[in-house]
């Protein structure tokens, strides 16, 4: 979809933003700017990501040598960067991995004016965290997530009130500012209508990192040798950690909003706080020279079947060229292709029916034309009229968004599907499922 957008010319591109995505406008514009300067394909696309990881993995290696020591933030930046999640947005197109750096910078920004004396060089400090919250709250609204968590390190480290209504006004400037954002992504929110919250999946994963983090936190706290009040390690990394994500499993008990890859920046907490501890570890005498190499040999070996497969072809459930081959592969010229439902038409924009001579039967204007993510599509009758003109129809089908984007367009799909076509044949490629029907009772 990046790609896509990307490559639209700027007045498409803005009057999509209009009535679509608009929560990745920002995105989609320094990535067609990206284009603009190197048409460089996949490499072009995830180069950004790639870079804002690395930018990432260096500021938790800074903000983990102010809270707790050269060696825990030597460990912390280390370890970053080979976090399952963290590897797997390092190489998307999208603009987690961009957020996450911006986030680790803005906190890092926060600990200097917090840790530093007044004068100009606070006054700096401050600007630059309000003009970074800003910046990652447009990138990505869920972003101003982190401003609680930093509110509760203040808090936690019993920071001076002037620096706290310093970090208040940068705050709610920074709100101010996304708040136009916020409230047109509201009239988008039928975009987001898939996410779903498990009870398994996605809150038994958040208390799994709860009490990893919470562990990590009470074997820094017994180490710590910065006196209090004042900045620690653990009163930092934990609210980074926990807040964010919580607040969002929070709000989906309202609307479901919770994906993992909204707060990705909270892995930051986790690396600063198994890095830290790490530290801690390995401090006794007789483990000072041994530990810590054990462990991190340790880590990277259990790691790397991790990494491995995330870059592996078969772990991109949503693989849009693969699903697009598959596709092309089963169709035959003058074949008809539905799309089932109308969103996962996103799998065919690599690679568009057309090309192979099948026919978009539910396509009334193309995603450029009609100025949408995924085109325009008929009336239900006019749906069913070319349907029922074909002999054979290839539907692409997402069952996981079966129930969640049905409409009388969807409905009349699988209607017309049941009385007229029988199916005779599917394969299935990551989340979708690709079958093929013939006209009659018989194939």
């Known amino acids: 979809m990046t790609y896509e957008m990307a490559h639209r010319a700027l007045p498409g591109l803005w009057a999509t933003l209009g009535g679509a995505d608009a929560v990745h406008g920002l995105y989609y514009l320094l990535m067609h700017g990206v284009f603009a300067l190197w048409d460089g394909g996949p490499v072009a696309l995830r180069l950004p990501s790639v870079l804002a990881t690395a930018g990432a993995a260096a500021g938790v290696a800074a903000l983990g040598r102010g809270l707790a020591g050269p060696r825990a933030g030597l460990a912390a930046g280390v370890l970053f960067p080979l976090l399952p999640a963290v590897q797997r947005y390092a190489q998307e197109g999208r603009s987690y991995a961009l957020v996450t750096a911006l986030v680790v910078a803005q906190t890092w920004l926060l600990l200097r004016a917090c840790t530093e004396p007044g004068g100009r060089r606070r006054r700096v400090r401050w600007a630059g965290y309000a003009l970074l919250t800003t910046l990652s709250g447009l990138l990505h609204e869920f972003a101003l997530l982190a401003l609680p968590a930093h509110g509760i390190a203040l808090l936690a480290s019993r920071a001076p009130r002037a620096v706290g209504r310093a970090w208040a006004r940068a705050a709610c400037g920074a709100a101010v500012t996304v708040t136009p954002l916020v409230l047109l992504s509201l009239r988008q929110s039928g975009q987001v209508a898939w996410i779903s919250v498990s009870l398994a999946r996605d809150v038994a994963g958040f208390l799994l990192l709860a009490v990893v983090g919470a562990a990590a936190a009470a074997v820094v706290r017994r180490g710590s040798m910065a006196p209090a009040p004042g900045p620690r390690l653990h009163t930092w990394a934990l609210p980074l950690l926990l807040v964010p994500p919580a607040l969002l499993l929070l709000a989906s008990a309202v609307r479901p909003l919770y994906v993992d890859r909204y707060v990705l920046y909270s892995q930051a907490g986790l690396a600063l706080l198994v890095g830290a501890a790490l530290d801690r570890l390995s401090r006794p005498a007789r483990a000072r020279r041994l530990l810590a190499p054990v462990l991190v040999a340790a880590a990277v070996p259990a790691l790397w079947p991790v990494g491995t497969q995330l870059r592996d072809p078969h772990s991109r459930t949503d693989d849009t060229r693969a699903i697009g081959r598959a596709v092309a592969q089963v169709s035959r010229p003058g074949d008809g292709v539905l799309f089932v439902p109308a969103s996962r038409r996103v799998w065919a924009l690599s690679r568009e029916p057309a090309s192979y001579g099948a026919v ?47 409409d009388g367009r969807e409905r009349t799909k699988r209607a017309t599907l049941r009385a007229h076509f029988t199916p005779c044949g599917e394969r299935t490629v990551g989340v979708a499922r690709i079958v093929v029907y013939e006209r009659g009772s018989r194939c």
């Open 360 to 406: 978009d039967l539910a396509l009334a204007a193309s995603p450029r034309a009609g100025h949408t993510l995924y085109g325009t599509e008929l009336p239900a009758p006019g749906i069913r009229t070319r349907m029922l003109r074909v002999s054979r129809i290839v539907v692409v089908h997402d069952p996981a968004r079966d129930r969640r984007e049905a």
